[in-house]
T-cell receptor
Framework: SAVISQKPSRDICQRGTSLTIQCQVD?????MFWYRQQPGQSLTLIAT?????????ESGFVIDKFPISRPNLTFSTLTVSNMSPEDSSIYLC????????????FGSGTRLTVV | DQQVKQNSPSLSVQEGRISILNCDYT??????FLWYKKYPAEGPTFLIS?????DKNEDGRFTVFLNKSAKHLSLHIVPSQPGDSAVYFC????????????FGKGTRLHILP
C-alpha cells in the first residue's frame, strides 16, 4: 500500500490566519481525499482532489474556506483559511486503494488548534 | 443524518478474552464495509474489510461479520491483546459514490491486564 507523509503533524494558529497542510505520497495515485475529525466526531470527508481538475467538495465545505491544490499525482495541499476556533480538528489526507479489498491509506494527521 | 453508527463510544475487555465491536448502518446501497484502527497521534490504519456478498471475513485474530438484513456488522478480536487498545472506526462505501467512504464515530477499546 501507499505510504503518505503528512505535515505539519500539529500546529497552534491564531484566529484569522491560514494554515496549509501538505501530503506527499510515495506512488502515483489518481484520487486523494481530505478528511476532518472534530473532537468526538467521525471522520468527515471535506473534498476529493483529482490531478488536473478542481477539487470536488462535500456538502458544507467550500473552496474559499478549504482551497485544495493537486499539482501532480503524488502531492496535494489543503489550506484552512481565515481560521476560527471551530476549525480546531484533526485533518487527514487519504489515498484510494489499488483494490477495495486493501482499504484506504491515511496520513498521520495534522492536529490543528486555533486560539 | 448518520449513515454509519457505532453506538458504543467505549468498550473495556480483559486481555485474552474476545472483543466485539458493533456497527449499524442505514443505507442499503452500501456494498463494502471496512474497519480501521487508530492510535493517538496517528492516522487510521486499515484492518479488515468485507463485501456485501459475504457474511464473514477472517484475518488472523480479526473476524468481521455482516448481517445485511439487520444492517449490522461486528468486528471480533480473539484473543484480545494489549496492543489492540485503540479507537476502532467502522466505515462503509458504495461504488456509485466514487468509492467515498463514510465513517462511524468510533469505539475506544481498552484491553485490561
Amino acid at each position: 500500500s501507499a505510504v503518505i507523509s503528512q505535515k505539519p503533524s500539529r500546529d497552534i494558529c491564531q484566529r484569522g490566519t491560514s494554515l496549509t497542510i501538505q501530503c506527499q505520497v510515495d506512488s502515483q495515485v489518481t484520487m486523494m481525499f481530505w478528511y476532518r475529525q472534530q473532537p468526538g466526531q467521525s471522520l468527515t470527508l471535506i473534498a476529493t482532489a483529482n490531478q488536473g481538475s478542481e477539487a470536488t467538495y462535500e456538502s458544507g465545505f467550500v473552496i474559499d474556506k478549504f482551497p485544495i491544490s493537486r499539482p501532480n499525482l503524488t502531492f496535494s495541499t489543503l489550506t484552512v483559511s481565515n481560521m476560527s476556533p471551530e476549525d480546531s480538528s484533526i485533518y487527514l489526507c487519504s489515498v484510494e486503494p489499488v483494490d477495495r479489498v486493501y482499504g484506504y491509506t491515511f496520513g498521520s494527521g495534522t492536529r490543528l488548534t486555533v486560539v | 443524518d448518520q449513515q454509519v453508527k457505532q453506538n458504543s463510544p467505549s468498550l473495556s475487555v480483559q486481555e485474552g478474552r474476545i472483543s466485539i465491536l458493533n456497527c449499524d448502518y442505514t443505507n442499503s446501497m452500501f456494498d463494502y464495509f471496512l474497519w480501521y484502527k487508530k492510535y493517538p497521534a496517528e492516522g487510521p490504519t486499515f484492518l479488515i474489510s468485507i463485501s456485501s456478498i459475504k457474511d464473514k471475513n477472517e484475518d488472523g485474530r480479526f473476524t468481521v461479520f455482516l448481517n445485511k438484513s439487520a444492517k449490522h456488522l461486528s468486528l471480533h478480536i480473539v484473543p484480545s491483546q494489549p496492543g489492540d487498545s485503540a479507537v476502532y472506526f467502522c466505515a462503509a462505501s458504495y461504488v456509485n459514490r466514487d468509492d467515498k467512504i463514510i465513517f462511524g464515530k468510533g469505539t475506544r477499546l481498552h484491553i485490561l491486564p
